[in-house]
């Protein structure tokens, strides 16, 4: 029996930009065997898009609570992501 895939997006908010927040989700990312993508965005949070095993993504957004050292998460919004083509890595955007 498999494994069932997960695909959100998620929204994080606090003191993010700036701490390393991108490329240690990266990190988190691929050490679950995750795909998808990080950015910034102009308001100062962060987004990210993760797919994968349900265990794993939900391992991800655990992290994604906290972050690295030096961020400061205030709140953590996630949705459920349309279906798409599934990629083949995890990118900084």
């Given amino acids: ?3 069932p895939e997960k695909r959100v997006r998620v ?3 606090g003191w993010v930009q700036g701490v390393g927040f991108r490329v240690n989700c990266q990190h ?3 050490r679950l065997g ?3 993508w990080v ?3 102009s ?3 962060v987004e990210a898009l993760f797919e994968g095993a ?3 993504v939900d391992e991800m957004l655990r992290w994604c609570e906290h972050g690295p050292t030096g961020a400061e998460v205030s709140s953590i919004k ?5 279906e798409g083509a599934p990629g083949r890595s995890f990118n900084i955007r």
Avoid: F
Wanted: zero cysteines.
């Fill in 11 to 13: 929204v994080i908010k």
């Fill in 43 to 45: 308001d100062g949070s």
């Fill in 54 to 56: 349900a265990p794993a």
């Fill in 78 to 82: 996630v949705a459920d992501a349309a």
């Fill in 34 to 36: 995750l795909t998808g």
């Fill in 39 to 41: 950015r910034n965005r």
């Fill in 1 to 3: 029996m498999s494994t």
């Fill in 28 to 30: 988190e990312a691929q």
